[in-house]
């Protein structure tokens, strides 16, 4: 592994390569940041072109029923269901991931009452914990969200929880949870499992059906390549859908939304779940995204990412370590998502000049360096790269200037 | 009035004719249904084209940052601001109307506590009401939404009224409702005003801060000419924001989004109703359509709608009288928003047939023919080319086929 040729030789036997061309991807560039925003697919353009010119500019508001636009939540959520093992209506595209996780813990708060805790760990993404927050706010005290630490969680889930809600892929460390553990554990206590697909959904084999997870939330712009702000999707185990009802009871989950029925009567199964009027133009853009990436098949995505950040720690581990990188990834691939975090002090300068240099991972507080391998738009070069301008970097100590330490708005 | 060329006289001497020109419009349609979807403003291919490309496709996360992504919400809200009366720092362009309006009235209840009604009118658009009638089932029966007649509406805010939700402009008739009035009514009561603006925003003059509002919502694919299910935005009074809360308190609204803070602690001003990541593809059309509306300035809009429906209610009184149409919406223009409805007992077959010569308006139930005039791209001639395609299927009996009496899945 001590030769740039050696990257390019795994790059000419991968044979995922040629997916590489079914995105836009800049010249120049080291892109390691697919886990935040996914690359743009090259099928894009001229899809959306075509739903602008000839649907929204020519047949405009005919398109509803004449291009399908009513049915982009079902269609895209379908394609979304495919990539995460769950059979058909279980899955809508809508709203955001905050959105979505806000209807299916009120829904799941509904679904066992007298439970009052919502479960969760210290370190979950933050925006899923405001979420809970904000719910247990309103239903002013009754509710409350309880944070434990990993080791503690299995032992928290008691005859008080409701829900516990976990993300699938931590987004720090990339950590993988297991699934169907967690899930029978919240089962055994009497709780549903609510799992956050962002880090894991387009990127490994996640099995919600076999699992018998209850419900799900997971975001459009990461590994699914839909765009920035795309919309999100979220699955409700088909056990539970005629059960359970959406909070944010808007038309689009109505069973009849163009009778104009003065009272709310939700739609059967899970299209409950939709609120407002469907975003057509970022829901064609979350189409084709998911598309692009389902034309590999999930397995190999899988064990690209895989030999992707093997072959990246193994780089880290012999040319990081002693300018003070720690791991902060799993070690076993079976644990670790599509993600390598490297710890440093020096973190946010560091990544900071990396960025400058046009290598583009992202720092997350307190002093984690995050590298994203999103299987179709990275290859092991990109890997060799990164380390190599890190390893300049800390010899020259380029990062340690003014400059580096300003904080940017959006990290 | 009894010649084409009386139309296309009016055109000619339209001083708004230029602006139709900043839109693209398919040839050999009429299109009245502006106030369902506005149409597709010509400098939009562009515009998404270099968000994509230079954007999303070159810089891809550093965008957020480069292209001020993270600004898109507060930029486009002030943009819309301008069009509804409301000073700086009081929109934001986020989600869906139906999302948007269940933020704000669960905010307006935590606003008045002990009180325990949402006041609406029975013929409000029917997902505001669910919205309402969502929020209160989540509350578990603490709160209801209690829909009163128009005329009992004044009478019935109460002790009890949290808040007064209703329409600017009826969706079914086009009659505006009289904002300052009713706004201090409900103060009057000790209640809040929340009002949604999907039928005035961009196409009558909205006085947001003169009326004393306290909240707003509207839509973005109307009169905005957002694209098909655009983002809305939301209003909240500068004298509430630091004193309410949204309930669906997501990371874009915390104080400081990148800092991952484990505690949601709500950012200052209206920013803290916003929750998910900002949906940049779809917020870039609303911004090209607001920019698009805004040239035309908003007294100017107004004043051509205003001749445009009155031509069409003359046109109307004179030749679809004796086919048993009735005007539905007030005969006083300065009550009648941009649209012209129609009760006819065959409506929905009447209208069907009507799209199918491509003369575009829509059906609401029960009996209503709803034209709308949306006033950058609907000229005087489309409402005499609409008045005589109905008088001729009205001679012809062409509406009366099955194929017409099929409802469409979405009307």
Redesign the interface.
Not at 227 to 232: D, I
Not at 259 to 264: C, I, K, L, M, T
Not at 407 to 411: A, G, H
């Given at each position: 592994m001590r030769e740039r040729s050696d990257a390019l030789t795994l790059d000419a036997g991968d044979p995922l390569a040629g997916h590489r061309g079914h995105f836009?991807?800049?010249d120049g560039?080291v892109?390691l940041?697919g886990n935040?925003?996914g690359?743009?697919p090259a099928a894009?353009?001229a899809r959306?072109?075509a739903v602008?010119?000839e649907?929204?500019?020519?047949?405009?508001?005919?398109?509803?029923?004449r291009h399908d636009?009513?049915d982009l939540p079902v269609r895209v959520g379908e394609a979304a269901a495919a990539l995460i093992g769950a059979g058909p209506g279980q899955v809508v595209a809508a709203?955001?991931?905050?959105?979505n996780l806000?209807k299916l813990l009120?829904a799941a708060l509904?679904a066992r009452p007298g439970r009052t805790v919502i479960l969760s760990v210290?370190?979950?993404f933050?925006?899923d914990?405001?979420?809970a927050?904000?719910?247990a706010?309103?239903?002013?005290g009754e509710v409350r969200l309880r944070?434990v630490s990993e080791p503690a969680l299995e032992g928290a889930m008691d005859e008080d929880t409701a829900v516990v809600m976990l993300s699938h892929v931590d987004f720090r460390t990339g950590r993988i949870r297991d699934m169907a553990a967690l899930t029978a554990a919240a089962h055994r206590a009497g709780a549903l499992a609510l799992w956050d697909l962002a880090h894991s959904a387009g990127v490994l084999p996640v099995a919600l059906d076999a699992a018998e997870v209850d419900l799900a939330v997971g975001c459009g712009?990461k590994y699914l390549c839909g765009?920035?702000?795309?919309?999100?999707f979220l699955y409700v185990a088909r056990r539970l859908q005629d059960r359970i009802?959406?909070?944010?009871?808007?038309?689009m989950g109505?069973v009849a939304p163009?009778?104009?029925?003065?009272?709310?009567r939700p739609a059967p199964g899970v299209c409950r779940f939709l609120?407002?009027?469907?975003?057509?133009?970022?829901?064609t853009?979350l189409e084709v995204g998911v598309e692009t990436i389902s034309h590999a098949g999930i397995d190999r995505l899988r064990a690209k990412a895989t030999a992707l950040t093997e072959y990246f720690i193994t780089l880290a581990d012999e040319r990081l370590r002693d300018h003070g990188f720690e791991l902060a990834s799993p070690r076993d691939p079976a644990d670790r998502g599509a993600q390598v975090s490297l710890r440093h002090a020096e973190g946010l300068p560091i990544m900071a000049a990396l960025?400058a240099r046009d290598v583009?991972g992202?720092f997350?507080?307190p002093d984690i360096l995050r590298f994203g391998f999103a299987p179709l738009t990275t290859r092991f070069v990109d890997g060799w790269d990164a380390v190599e301008m890190l390893v300049e970097i800390m010899e020259t100590r380029a990062w340690d200037r003014p400059e580096h330490r300003r904080?940017?708005?959006?990290?």
């Open positions: 836009v991807l800049p560039i892109y940041d935040s925003l690359a743009l894009l353009p959306l072109d602008i010119h649907q929204w500019g020519r047949d405009l508001i005919r398109s509803w029923n636009w009513i709203d955001s991931t905050s959105v806000f009120a509904d210290e370190d979950n933050p925006t914990l405001y979420m927050q904000g719910l706010r309103l239903l002013g944070l712009y765009g920035p702000g795309a919309p999100a009802a959406s909070p944010l009871s808007g038309w109505h163009f009778a104009f029925d003065p009272a709310y609120c407002g009027t469907p975003a057509v133009l970022a829901m853009a960025v583009i992202d997350r507080e904080r940017p708005r959006v990290t």
